[in-house]
């Protein structure tokens, strides 16, 4: 059976990695961005959209990757059985395959943005190679998301300081086909009309309206067009993450539904997560039951910026993790004697009062009140 220590170090490593790729291709879309008119965004967002949609495709690929490699190894640790085959593999399947398979897709991530690829694919390719040519790493700006904020690194050495010694252990593979991965075109066709209308038609109405305002000087009017025009590249930019990152999320709840071998879902955040998400993380391992075959949709909803993933475990023995019993901790003592809205409320306060006491800091490492 696994360690509860590499299981933690395996649920964060996934985790900060899936966000980093998110915060990647945000960091992409908001740069290029700038190339979009604040006054004209309808006829100069053409090109925004394909590199944006094109970043989507790749983001997409790599969280999928990541996402199964990381529950085909937590499957086996847990229950000595993995689903389908694992990328590459030819012969017998064994756990140090699958630790090393994991731990190459988390180590992609981190190296974003790399000097090399190991990946084939085009629009991965495409997408380091333009995310390189970028300040990635945010030293020469000061944009609001910045891929070095979430750090992988020190995860990938903490996994690897905490795994057994039981790498030569065969591991059963119960037959699975997993979904593939969407095309760009498929992205494309899908997506631009959601992302055309969060960012460019978001822009375009707003300036239309301050145009319209007479009472507003020129300068006003340019001010506001400016700060509108910085709004919608934050929103167009979030849904680039929100959309890459669902090629995770959307295997592994393609998966729970149909693994007979689940036992238990949670809501997994980010260390920092919105009231809601730390709320929906705070209910624990409720989002899968024997009776039913898959409960509870919150599991699944997401916003822009959430960098939220479904946790599974394999045995009903399992602890839960550490931030889910601190945000669950926290839900008693915060709404003790409220129930509902009123609940809510104080929820929300209490969080806001964390982030306003300490901004710099996660959730995770507060817990001081």
């Not at 690829?117 to 390189?132: C, G, M, V």
């Not at 109405?205 to 145009?211: D, E, G, H, N, Q």
């Not at 929906?280 to 009776?291: I, M, N, P, Q, T």
Request: charged fraction near 25%.
């Amino acid at each position: 059976m696994a360690t509860a220590s590499e299981i933690a170090a395996l649920e964060q490593l996934h985790q900060a990695a899936q966000a980093r790729l998110g915060l990647a291709a945000a960091y992409l879309s908001l740069v290029e961005w700038e190339s979009v008119s604040s006054l004209n965004a309808a006829s100069t967002a053409a090109e925004w959209l394909t590199k944006s949609l094109r970043a989507v495709a790749a983001i997409r690929k790599m969280s999928r990757q990541l996402a199964i490699s990381y529950y085909q190894l937590t499957r086996a640790l847990e229950t000595g059985r993995t689903l389908g085959v694992p990328e590459g593999s030819t012969g017998e399947v064994t756990l140090g395959e699958l630790r090393k398979n994991f731990r190459d897709n988390a180590l992609d991530v981190a190296s974003l943005p790399s000097t090399r690829t190991r990946s084939e694919d085009p629009d991965i390719r495409w997408f380091e190679e333009t995310l390189r040519a970028q300040d990635a790493k945010g030293i020469r700006n000061a944009r609001s998301v910045r891929i070095a904020d979430v750090p992988v690194d020190p995860l990938i050495q903490n996994l690897m300081d905490v795994e057994g010694h039981d790498d030569t252990r065969p591991i059963k593979t119960d037959k699975f086909d997993w979904p593939e991965a969407m095309s760009f075109e498929e992205v494309d066709k899908a997506f631009r009309a959601l992302l055309r209308k969060q960012a460019v038609d978001h822009s375009t109405s707003a300036v239309k309206t301050i145009r319209a305002n007479e009472d507003l000087t020129p300068d006003k009017a340019l001010t506001q067009i400016e700060d509108v025009h910085a709004s919608a590249g934050s929103i167009g930019s979030g849904t680039v993450d929100q959309l890459g990152m669902d090629g995770g999320r959307q295997v592994i709840n393609h998966a729970i539904r149909r693994d007979r071998l689940v036992q238990l879902v949670a809501r997994g955040t980010s260390a920092d997560p919105c009231a809601f998400c730390a709320m929906l993380a705070s209910r624990g391992f409720v989002y899968k039951s024997e009776k039913t075959a898959y409960v509870g949709d919150d599991v699944e909803k997401v916003h822009i910026n959430c960098h939220c993933f479904p946790i599974v475990r394999f045995t009903r023995e399992s602890q839960l993790p550490e931030m889910n019993a601190y945000f669950q901790e926290k839900w008693r003592e915060v709404t003790q004697g409220r129930s509902g809205s009123d609940a809510t409320k104080a929820w929300r306060r209490w969080i806001y009062a964390q982030r306003k006491a300490n901004p710099a800091a996660p959730h995770g490492a507060r817990k001081t009140t």
